[in-house]
């Protein structure tokens, strides 16, 4: 809800937030609304949308081509984002239940593949910085104010 909130904030947009590129079909421009669901789990979908999104907040990563136009390859991905995501979660929680439900695992030996130990010294700075980031998202989100019954 937090992200989904965050997202309909963007003053810039519209729709979905991954869509792909518009492509020339017979001739005439088409400009698809979204992605379809082939069912693919590797997350292929959304890695122009991501790299382009970490090439405007300056994270780090460079410039490469596949023979028709350059594009900007991340240093982290998605996937990285999942394994750091499940290891502070069970770092701050310590809760394998909570995070198998809240990750949509099926079971433990997920929890086992994505969390990694952290060290302790690491938790209280991930806590910080997770109440501070969800307190920015917060503040900038777009409230829904009531609508006044009629007298």
Same mark, same amino acid.
């Given at each position: 809800?937090?992200?989904?909130? /965050?997202?309909? *904030?963007?003053?810039? &947009?519209? $729709?979905?937030?991954? %869509?792909?590129?518009?492509?020339?079909? !017979?001739?005439?421009?088409?400009?698809?609304?979204?992605?379809?669901?082939?069912?693919?789990?590797?997350?292929?979908?959304?890695?122009? /949308?991501?790299? *382009?999104?970490?090439? &405007?907040? $300056?994270?780090?990563? %460079?410039?490469?081509?596949?023979?028709? !136009?350059?594009?900007?390859?991340?240093?982290?991905?998605?996937?990285?984002?999942?394994?750091?995501?499940?290891?502070?979660?069970?770092?701050?929680?310590?809760?394998?239940?909570?995070?198998?439900?809240?990750?949509?695992?099926?079971?433990?030996?997920?929890?086992?593949?994505?969390?990694?130990?952290?060290?302790?010294?690491?938790?209280?700075?991930?806590?910080?910085?997770?109440?501070?980031?969800?307190?920015?998202?917060?503040?900038?989100?777009?409230?829904?104010?009531?609508?006044?019954?009629?007298?």
């Amino acid at each position: 809800p937090v992200t989904m909130s /965050a997202l309909k *904030s963007l003053p810039h &947009r519209e $729709g979905f937030v991954f %869509r792909p590129p518009a492509k020339r079909v !017979r001739g005439e421009i088409v400009a698809p609304l979204r992605y379809t669901d082939l069912g693919r789990q590797g997350g292929g979908q959304i890695a122009t /949308a991501f790299g *382009s999104a970490c090439r &405007r907040a $300056g994270l780090s990563g %460079r410039m490469m081509t596949n023979g028709r !136009r350059p594009y900007f390859q991340p240093d982290l991905g998605p996937h990285d984002l999942r394994h750091t995501w499940a290891s502070w979660q069970y770092a701050i929680h310590k809760d394998p239940l909570r995070l198998m439900v809240t990750g949509g695992w099926s079971s433990m030996t997920m929890i086992q593949r994505y969390t990694h130990l952290m060290p302790e010294a690491y938790v209280e700075p991930a806590k910080a910085w997770l109440t501070s980031s969800l307190q920015q998202i917060l503040a900038s989100a777009i409230t829904v104010q009531p609508i006044e019954e009629a007298a």
